[in-house]
């Protein structure tokens, strides 16, 4: 659904978290700009959005609340579709990667981390507004083309439909009359039967094609065409011939026989004068023989060829024309389609009342002549025009924000365009014609390297049209190696033609550093700096695996009773919590030892030892009890040998996991051994 925005109203913003403090937070943040809807769990939140999901325009979601957590609201709203007209921000001190793709796959646009950044926060509900908007902006501009494109394309067959039915002497309401009585006999069809494997979307071209059924009467002669008088039957025999010449016409369209809107009118110019019973023409066909398009084409034409008046007839009346085709005294027709003209009877005459779209659909289709004749073009929406205007704009904003060569390459004719920040960068004009012996093509590449990129482009295909080289550029006086990734564009003709290529310029070495920095990024828990468990969990395999002899202990601990620390002084507490105990261990442990947040107030740390565990583990079990401000800090933990697990890290974390966790039944504020030899558990501290 739409959202409601009226001029001189604040949008709303619906902020769902169990704790108080951050609700207030995250409101003093944004409730100058926005009007603020505060939800203590995911039940009050869908009550909310039941009521009022029209004047939400975005919500921040705990994930972590009672009654209904995070995940169970996202559920929700995709069930009932609110997450397509909502953006949702997911705002969590977990980071845990498991929670993070769950929510993504959920429908979650952003996620922002605890503590809060005013300015982060700002930028991130600013920025998937933004984007929310421009992706309904799209999704409209690009429905208004299909709509105009499909109104084209309606509009070009009737335009050639009426210029048979004008020659004819008709009014040009037959081919608007056949259209609608064969989209009612579809739809009462499909209401009926799926036997004919006919699906709502074929209706429309179905009615398309159905306006082309008359086509072959051009090749009649005027004076049979329009006799007023009854056909002799060397006239009725020329005047049959039109079903088969019109199926020519249409087969000999040259490149276009595979059309499925050719298809069908094949099939209905051809066959709409066969019957049921095998006595019609052009062929002869009998029952099921006859394509069901041609089947309800051919009922729609009688019906029509009744109720309208004929140089040769008056018209005849609804009634009598319904009992007359159901009574055989037109031919034989499907028993079915029989069936749906009796029960649409009533509706059809006010169906052709309402109709008013005749002779609107008339002045249109001679308003388009006349533009034809005169050479002019049809004018490009205003609203298009400034949505494509926008989007260039962003383009060349996002081109120099992102500092890549990017460059647009069209064989014809052949030029090369560079991004405005490229340009710049390589000191060159936007706009290079001949790019193969022009400055781009022989001083930034080697010549015979463009020659490579081009001929690869030239060889891709629309379903595979990506092209990636790397290669040795002079940039600025320098050589840098770099990789070009290039995607090729084609022509909407059938089959499509090569046009040409966009593409960038990414020098690897930054790349390089891109990718060592977001390695390292995904490496940590962004909350502490420490590392995350799959991180940790890599390198003690590779230890493991590789150390031979040497000793080491796995210790895995938690916070006894974190809950209260949040639950108490708030989240923000709980985090200055989980940092403290984190640069605790990163100040007490050696460079070799491995430390790592697991999630939530888990911790893990990996460590080497001589002759004995227990010092190192006593110590490290003594720092940890200690006092954050007016918080008293225990842990309970969990000891696991190396030794004892084989080289497999998944059995020493469990050894330890279930050493912590009798810890835990015991009471907490421990520690325990697990090894083979026995289990030996110490004292609770103090």
Not at 357 to 372: C, L, P
Request: hydrophobic fraction near 40%.
């Amino acid at each position: 659904m739409e959202q409601k925005e009226n001029k001189g109203e604040k949008k709303k913003i619906l902020i769902v978290d169990d704790s108080e403090i951050n609700r207030a937070l995250l409101s003093d943040m944004l409730s100058s700009e926005y009007e603020i809807i505060e939800a203590e769990n995911g039940m009050e939140a869908a009550g909310i959005l039941h009521n009022q999901e029209q004047e939400i325009c975005l919500m921040l979601l705990d994930i972590v609340m009672p009654v209904m957590d995070g995940f169970e609201t996202l559920a929700v709203m995709n069930k009932n579709g609110w997450i397509k007209s909502i953006p949702v921000i997911m705002i969590s001190a977990e980071t845990v990667p498991a929670y993070v793709d769950r929510a993504y796959d959920l429908g979650v646009q952003d996620y922002i981390s605890r503590p809060f950044d005013e300015r982060i926060v700002r930028r991130r509900v600013v920025n998937t507004l933004i984007l929310f908007a421009k992706q309904k902006e799209l999704s409209y501009m690009v429905a208004d083309q299909i709509m105009e494109k499909e109104n084209d394309n309606k509009l070009m067959i009737e335009i050639l439909s009426n210029i048979v039915e004008f020659r004819n002497g008709e009014s040009g309401l037959h081919v608007l009359h056949i259209r609608t009585l064969t989209e009612l006999f579809l739809k009462r069809l499909l209401e009926k039967t799926d036997k004919y494997g006919i699906s709502q979307k074929d209706i429309a071209l179905i009615c398309n094609a159905s306006a082309l059924h008359d086509i072959g009467k051009i090749s009649i002669p005027s004076e049979v065409l329009n006799k007023p008088a009854r056909l002799t039957d060397e006239e009725f025999k020329l005047m049959k011939t039109h079903a088969a010449e019109g199926a020519k016409m249409l087969n000999d369209i040259p490149l276009r026989e595979n059309e499925p809107l050719i298809r069908l009118g094949y099939k209905i110019c051809r066959w709409h004068h066969e019957r049921y019973d095998g006595r019609g023409y052009p062929d002869g066909l009998k029952g099921e023989e006859i394509p069901i398009e041609a089947q309800v084409v051919a009922l729609a034409d009688v019906y029509d060829a009744l109720t309208s008046e004929r140089v040769y007839k008056a018209a005849i009346p609804h009634e009598k024309a319904v009992n007359m085709i159901v009574n055989g005294e037109c031919g034989v027709f499907n028993p079915l389609l029989l069936e749906c003209l009796t029960e649409l009877s009533d509706t059809l005459e006010q169906e052709f009342k309402q109709m008013s779209e005749g002779s609107n659909a008339q002045k249109e289709m001679m308003d388009m002549v006349e533009q034809i004749m005169e050479g002019g073009k049809l004018d490009v929406s205003e609203r298009t025009l400034k949505l494509l205007e926008h989007e260039r704009t962003k383009y060349q904003f996002y081109a120099e924000l992102s500092q890549e060569i990017q460059f647009e390459y069209t064989v014809t004719p052949e030029l090369l365009t560079l991004s405005e920040w490229g340009a710049k960068f390589l000191n060159m004009p936007e706009t290079i014609l001949d790019p193969r012996k022009e400055s781009f093509g022989t001083e930034v590449f080697a010549e015979e390297d463009f020659r490579y990129l081009l001929e690869n482009l030239k060889d891709t295909t629309p379903e595979n049209p990506s092209v990636e080289v790397t290669c040795l550029l002079h940039i600025n006086g320098q050589e840098r190696w770099s990789k070009v990734i290039a995607r090729s564009m084609w022509g909407d003709q059938e089959p499509p033609e090569y046009a040409g290529a966009i593409g960038k310029i990414v020098d690897i070495h930054e790349e390089i550093e891109k990718m060592n920095h977001l390695e390292v990024m995904a490496a940590h828990d962004s909350l502490t700096g420490l590392l995350n468990h799959k991180a940790a969990k890599a390198r003690i395999s590779d230890i493991l695996m590789g150390e031979g002899e040497k000793k080491y202990i796995l210790l895995l601990f938690d916070l006894d009773r974190f809950k209260q620390a949040n639950d108490t002084y708030g989240h923000l507490f709980g985090d200055e919590v989980l940092k403290y105990v984190a640069d605790t261990l990163k100040s007490n442990i050696r460079e070799m030892d491995i430390a790592a947040r697991m999630g939530g107030d888990e911790f893990l740390l990996f460590m080497p030892y001589k002759d004995s565990m227990e010092p190192q583990v006593k110590r490290i079990f003594n720092l940890l009890t200690s006092e954050y401000k007016d918080f008293k800090i225990s842990v309970s933990m969990g000891i696991a040998c190396a030794e004892d697990c084989g080289g497999d890290y998944d059995v020493l974390f469990h050894m330890a996991d279930e050493a912590m966790y009798e810890v835990k039944r015991g009471g907490r504020n421990g520690y325990r051994f697990n090894v083979h030899t026995g289990n030996i558990q110490k004292a609770k501290g103090e």
